[in-house]
């Protein structure tokens, strides 16, 4: 009689157990079904400088530019992570193989949508911004990774400097990430004002919520761009930095206290939340950017040939057109061999 009911309890717990949460990748699951091909590879090292980017179909090429130029300025050992959805797998992976990428270190890691569900509400205003991959920057631990410290990129960037340099920030004792402080470079304060950008709390959270206001948050701090930083993995899940972040996400979904109509979009606000007055500040020559909010205000041109880090934020981009400094940019820019990805100029595709 006890073994039956022994049997009996454990049908019952296979049968109504809880489903497993969402996996961020199938990249592991699926890896010993994929043949390994030159560069693409599991083996990674402690001298690795590990970089995550983000690769979607549509911006293609500005991820392969931003690898290009990590890259050809460096000659450190750079493992990249390039996360991309499903679809774009395989365009991914020929888009390096059939190009002169072909030798660079790296891993392909699936993101599945599906964590964002009921996190993030359709938008309108600027659909680009709720790209499932905009969000990946808040899950980096739970990604397929194997370095106790990375730096993640947007895709809309060119490195002119050593890649080391910034690998080696000396992150505060705490702190489980560094990133570029809106008011510390005075030689953008000129451009910042003539394009209306925002350099504080004030533009990318709504002050008149409640919510935000019990924060406690001066709206009149600085605040800081995500797409560029360097990561403690340890630390940030010491912090549970990625619950922390969903729990943002969470009562924006339910009381929009930020918006993609506000300053950048529904990704900057939680990450500003969470890591006010709790980051490390990285050199601000290693992220000058603004370089996409306007198609006519241009920084001088010895100013950017000291920046170490370029950063294209905001609606006008350097694969499309107008944007300004484009030189800089398509210096490092790859054709894409399977021919999906072109840039859009004047009278003209490349």
Known sequence: MLLVLMVCLLLHSKLFSAPPRPKLTDHRKDARHIPKISGETDLVSETDIPVIICASEERMGGTM????????????????????LHHAIKQTRQYIEKSKLKGIKYKILEFNPMVLRGKVKPDSSRPDLLHPLNFVRFYLPLLDINHKRVIYLDDDIIVQGDIKELYHTKLELGHAAAFATDCDLPSTHEMVRSVGMQTTYMGFLDYRKQEVRDLGINPSDCS??????????????????TKQLEKWMGENFRENIYSSAMAGGVATPPMLIVFHEKYTTI????????????????????????????????RFKPWDYPCVHLDLWEKYYVPDPTGRFSLVRPERNI
């Open 224 to 241: 800081f761009n995500p797409g560029v930083f360097v990561a403690d993995i340890k630390e940030w899940k010491k912090q549970k930095i």
């Open 283 to 314: 050199d601000p020559l290693w992220h000058v950017r603004h370089l996409g909010w306007s198609p006519d205000a241009r920084y001088s041109e010895s100013y950017l040939q000291d920046a170490h880090l370029l950063h294209w934020n905001g």
């Open 65 to 84: 530019a931003t690898i290009n130029s990590v890259n050809s300025n460096t000659d450190a050992s750079v493992f990249f992570y390039i996360v991309t």
